[in-house]
Structures are given as C-alpha cells and as structure tokens.
Antibody
Framework: EVQVFESGGGLVQPGGSLKLSCAAS????????MNWVRQTPGKGLEWVSA????????YYADSVKGRFTISRDNAKTTLYLQMNSLRADDTAIYYC?????WGQGTLVAVSS | DIQMTQSPSSLSASVGERVTITCQAN??????LNWYQQKEGKAPKLLIY???NLRTGVPSRFSGSGSGTDFSFTISSLQPDDIATYYC?????????FGGGTKVEIK
C-alpha cells in the first residue's frame, strides 16, 4: 500500500526540541521531493520545508529557517524534521507530503 | 512569495446544486495549481492537479479550470459526501502556498 506515516509529535516547552519522522512505503521514495506541511486552525495550511529526492538540497519557509532541519534516509525510506527553538506559534499538525500523498499528521504542541 | 486568494471562505448549497470556488494568484503561476479536499479530522486529499487534470479515481463531478492568475473549481452536482473544506495550492515555485480554504456545507 502506498502510504506515509508521521510520528514524533508531542507536547514540548517553548525553546525545546522535537524530531519528527515520516516512514514511507509502497512507492519509489528516493525519486520524490518530500515536504513537511503544517496546519493550524488560525493560519490554515503552511508549507514548512522540502528536500530534494537525493537529500542534498533542503528548502525552508522563512518562519522556520535556522531552527528546523529537514533530512531523509532513502535507504530507510524515511523523512525527518528536526525542530529546535520551538515557539508557541509552531503548534500545529505536521504532515509529511508529496503532492498526491499525505500522511495522517502528527500533532506538535508547544506550551509551558 | 506568491499569495493565493480563495473565495468564498464558506458556502452552503443544496444536494444536486452546482458549486464554484475561485482562487486567484498574485502573479502568473501558469497552470501549476492543485485543488485539495479535506474532510474533518483527515489529511488533505489531492483532487485536481495542473489546474484542470482530474486525479485518477476522483469523481467526474469535480473539475478545475484556469491558468495564469485566475482559477476555478467546480462541483457540478453537490453530494452529501462532498462536505469538506477545499484548498487551492500553487506549485510554481517555493514556497508553496495555499488558499485560505472554502468550507462547503449542505443547505
């Protein structure tokens, strides 16, 4: 079955860190650009980061640049998002996505 | 960044009625536009890519049109299963950006 499954979300204090993972299966993971997209009730859908198929070129939204790091392991067909210096406005559901395949999301809550 | 303006933000229509949503980009995005459907508590699902191409398996009552800066999405005959929020999203360049969404309800 073609799917992606996110994990690693949770409750973290402001300034803390979390690492999200996205396990992919059923498709040629190493051939696809992969994205992280987040969603909040107030701000809707926001693209966060992308990484080239080979993993050598990352891209970031200005809102997370310098704090988040995207990476991938094509041998393990897994995408990652290391999130540091988390802020309250990073609270959202984080989705791993290609254009036509999204996971179910993982909730990140930043609160003291 | 390319801004996507979607309207209306919500609508209520009867079963069988034709529904149209519009999306405007603030610069030319050619046909690099997706339309997504998101049901409550679920992830977005791609319905249309390239502004007008229906994804395999998506019912033919859904359609999209437009190019450049002005796009539209139509449900030709609204069904109860179509209750959802719909989003446009460009992929002309990075950052990808989304419209604000249109919540579709049954009258």
């Amino acid at each position: 079955e073609v799917q992606v499954f996110e994990s690693g979300g949770g409750l973290v204090q402001p300034g803390g860190s979390l690492k999200l993972s996205c396990a992919a299966s059923g498709f040629a993971f190493s051939s696809y650009v992969m994205n992280w997209v987040r969603q909040t009730p107030g701000k809707g859908l926001e693209w966060v980061s992308a990484i080239s198929a080979g993993g050598d070129i990352p891209y970031y939204a200005d809102s997370v640049k310098g704090r988040f790091t995207i990476s991938r392991d094509n041998a393990k067909t897994t995408l990652y998002l290391q999130m540091n210096s988390l802020r309250a406005d990073d609270t959202a559901i984080y989705y791993c996505a290609t254009s036509n395949l999204w996971g179910q999301g993982t909730l990140v809550a930043v609160s003291s | 960044d390319i801004q996507m303006t979607q309207s209306p933000s919500s609508l209520s229509a009867s079963v069988g009625e034709r529904v149209t949503i519009t999306c405007q980009a603030n610069q030319d995005i050619k046909k690099y536009l997706n339309w997504y459907q998101q049901k409550e508590g679920k992830a977005p699902k791609l319905l249309i890519y390239g502004a007008s191409n229906l994804r395999t398996g998506v019912p033919s009552r859904f359609s999209g049109s437009g190019s450049g800066t002005d796009f539209s999405f139509t449900i030709s005959s609204l069904q109860p299963d179509d209750i959802a929020t719909y989003y446009c999203q460009h992929y002309h360049n990075l950052p990808l950006t989304f419209g604000g969404g249109t919540k579709v309800e049954i009258k």
